[in-house]
């Protein structure tokens, strides 16, 4: 089975700053991460190899820096990393990204069988990319699985919805974005990493190599621009309650009941 | 293409801090507090390569530069010094002399699971009565038809209890006392050596720290490091190494104590405000990171040097001088910050300062550091 793995490298901090000029997050003298979601296709990606055999190529789409990410995925277990940089791709929203990654993947041979994202990203937690990745490439889709099976030539995963459980037998090939809890991922051997540094290889295609026209991709190829990003304000209050341990008690037990997080039986 | 070493670097120390973080933290009090060497965790380390560091692959090693080896010690040590104690032990000043100077049939025998972690290495050189006067060793390797027969106390022998393969110093020549040592790889294993109880110490607890005595232990000669009469220079070639391992652990103990008290300062309300906001403790943190970066700085000089096969044991002397004094310092004003909430076991800076206390001493006190270095700068 040969898998296509997308992954995005994200700043690893929960306390983002922006930059107000541009829109854009301010990535530098920030450390990076892959996407802990992307990590956890990327190890789905590895326990398949590992049943089913074939092959793993991992894909990024991002500056130099992000090959990182990339070598760290091939150190993981990767046969096969591959960098979609290009000036022209700055200022991506998430269609043009798509597009691009869409086009990278279309020129595989062979077609991969399986592409596997993270649901969503923590920096820009927008979960479009893979969906638009499955539309531009014409692929069945389940988003959001939290487990994977292959049975008689198909795929069987579930996804939790709505507090749902659904199970979806899915034909290949096809797209799957990923949730929380389908594995965690394994700690990386340190001399897979000094290996991956040293020799592991990381292609690089552009507008180039993709056969890609400048107005498709980018800022110019994107449907939506930020118009303002901004902190909003958090309104959380805390509130004091005084009195005996009896009195502070109680209040607490009704509160609790009034959020549902207790029962009332269990109040008794 | 040139690729950027910190990159690489970057991502190892990231590695590393999430396995110490998920597997190392949540034990280290438990460790110090019951003087227990955490079998199992050493186990995933050994799979994950940690007892190979800089050993190539082809001994089964993760072949990581020294600058690379120089940061997982830091990262290990600011989750547990007790476990930074025992990799940069085993991999420095144990299994690297073997790699350095075993014959290809050692590095079969000895490196191979040195490096795999199936034997934990010590290095035997302090005796009772030979410390930071190294050249005083007492014990003594006399030949015996085809091998040698070994007599003698080895003390403070960090890793002992867990030990598989130890590096022992003796004497193969009496009549040059005291010049003309030798190294022997000695199986915990073999007959006539035996490991006394785990010392009672005052930090690094987590590591089975303890005597090793030889009583006509009888080793055959494949088990002489090298040549005979070349303890000395097997010893000293070592420890430049093993200085930057000591202090990069102290190196890490600082930099725990850094980001212990930070937070605590942000946590702590006196007087109506975090005590973070007060002036003298904002000093207090200041000076610790800027010692500490010092430190750093002087590691990474001494292991791009080593790296780049160039002298370095003046640059390993003052990193090792400079980083332990840190670490003291660090943990000293680090628990003034915690206050009397630092003198109790409710918070992990007791445990820094005291495991903080021996990277002054073991591996050349700090005072031997001071000569390494003044001689350096009058030889010239």
Known sequence: MNIVVCIKQVPDTPNIRIDRERMTIIRDGVESIINPLDRIALEAALDLKQKEGGKISVLTMGPSQSEEALREALAAGADEAILLTDPGFAG?????????????????????????CGKQTIDSDTGHVGPQLAEELN??????????????????????????????????????TVSQGLNVPRHIPLGDLEQAFLDGRVLRWGLKELDLRPEEVGFSGSATTVVRLYRPPQKRKGEVVSGSSQTLAEHLIAKLVSLSILDEDEAE | MVLDPKMKQAVIRRTVRKFAEEKLVPAAAEMDEKAEFPARVAEEMAALQYFGLEIPAAYAGAGLDSVSYAIVIEEISKASGAMGLCISVHNSVSAFPVYEFGKESQKQAFLVPMAKGEKIGTFCLTEPNAGSDASSIETTAVRDGDGYILNGSKIFVTNGGVSGLNLIFAITNPSQRGREYSVFVVESEREGLEKGAQEDLMGMRGNPVCPIVLNDCRVPRENLLSEEGQGMRIALSTLDGGRIGIGSQALGIAQA????????????????????????????????????????????????????????????????????????????????????????????????????????????????????IARSLMNK
């Open chain 1, 92 to 116: 991506a929203d998430t269609l043009a990204t798509s597009k691009v990654i869409a086009s990278a993947i279309s020129r595989m041979d062979p077609f991969p069988d399986l592409i596997l």
């Open chain 1, 139 to 176: 692929l069945p889709q389940v988003c959001g699985v939290t487990e994977i099976h292959v049975e008689m030539n198909a795929l069987v995963v579930k996804q939790l919805s709505d507090g749902f459980q659904n199970t979806y037998r899915v034909s290949f090939p096809a797209l799957l």
């Open chain 2, 257 to 372: 104590c850094l980001e212990a008290s930070i937070k605590y300062a942000q946590e702590r309300y006196q007087f109506g405000k975090r005590i973070a906001d007060f002036g003298a403790i904002q000093g207090f943190l200041a000076d610790m990171a800027t010692r500490i970066e010092a430190a750093r700085l002087l590691i990474l000089r001494a292991s791009s040097l080593r790296d780049r096969k160039m002298p370095h044991s003046r640059e390993s002397a003052m990193a090792k001088l400079f980083a332990s004094e840190t670490a003291v310092d660090a943990a000293r004003i680090g628990l003034q910050i915690h206050g009397g909430y630092g003198y109790s076991k409710a918070y992990p800076i007791e445990r820094y300062y005291r495991d903080a206390k021996v990277c002054e001493i073991y591996e050349g006190t700090s005072e031997v550091q001071r000569i390494v």
